[in-house]
């Protein structure tokens, strides 16, 4: 398994975010879905190593992360596309990819290969000397992508990926999803059902904190047979999954 997540708990103040979550990943694509506020980006928070939980074991590409020589070295193979993400905006495309590059411990001679391909993956590699203060928003989504998958890590978290990028440009990146998953564990967190329905494996459902479903898409889609809570069969399982965990957790 590449994550291994057992009876995470975190909170802010006195709010419980993550409530003793489990959550098993090997190779492949699977999404992450849930209502806002469901804990997504605590958890891919907690995955990408920057928060902490108060509780529970994480295991991530087989090894524990407690341990502070271990997680340097994971670090190194984990590629994290924050929710929002910050930059130098005088910054070329390039530079600002580089600099992940940099921060992931890469060994400098293949850092501008792997820039370049970094770059050429998203569709961004013509704009690679644009400032990134000049970018539309799509393309920063699509930089943050590139910076994730920069050091062709064994684990890519991408929070929201998708948000701000054109129809076309969503077709592409599930492609590409698709391509990085066949060996790495790639987690998506995305409101699109869509996205999940075409580039996942399988697919996690949180709410409150806690995992809910878990299955492949068409095990959530079967889950639908309100023909009133959802435009597409994902949709009606989407909503018959939250509905079922609410309803035993009453
Ligand atoms: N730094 C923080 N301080 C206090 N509360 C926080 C903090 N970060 C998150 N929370 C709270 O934790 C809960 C889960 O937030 P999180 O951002 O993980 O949800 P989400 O599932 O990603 O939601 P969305 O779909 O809206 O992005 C929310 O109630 C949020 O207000």
């Known amino acids: 398994m590449t994550v291994t997540v057992e009876g995470v708990r975190i909170g802010y103040r006195n709010r419980v975010v993550l409530d003793g979550l489990d959550l098993h990943l090997g190779t492949g694509v699977h999404g992450l879905l849930g209502p806002n506020g469901a804990g997504k980006t605590t958890l891919m928070r907690v995955l990408a190593t920057v928060d902490r939980p108060e509780a529970g074991r994480i295991r991530l590409l087989g090894r524990d992360v407690a341990d502070p020589a271990v997680l340097r070295q994971v670090r190194r193979r984990i590629g994290y596309l924050p929710q929002t993400f910050g930059y130098y905006p005088r910054f070329t495309v390039r530079e600002f990819v580089e600099y992940f590059a940099w921060l992931k411990e890469m060994p400098p001679a293949g850092v501008p290969l792997a820039v370049d391909r970094a770059l050429e993956r998203v569709g961004l590699l013509d704009r690679a000397d644009d400032r990134m203060k000049h970018l539309s928003g799509g393309m920063l989504r699509r930089a943050g992508i590139a910076q994730g998958i920069v050091n062709d890590p064994r684990l890519l978290l991408l929070d929201e990926p998708t948000a701000g990028l054109d129809p076309e440009q969503r077709v592409d990146f599930r492609a590409l999803l698709r391509e990085i998953g ?51 069969p994902i949709e009606r399982g989407y909503s018959a999954a939250l509905r079922d965990a609410r309803g035993v957790r009453r």
């Open 182 to 232: 066949v060996d790495a564990c790639v987690l998506v967190s995305t409101h699109l059902v869509e996205d999940v329905a075409s580039a996942c494996a399988t697919v996690s459902l949180v709410d409150g904190g806690r995992l809910v479903f878990t299955g492949t898409p068409d095990e959530l889609a079967a889950l639908g047979t309100d023909p009133g809570s959802g435009d597409s």
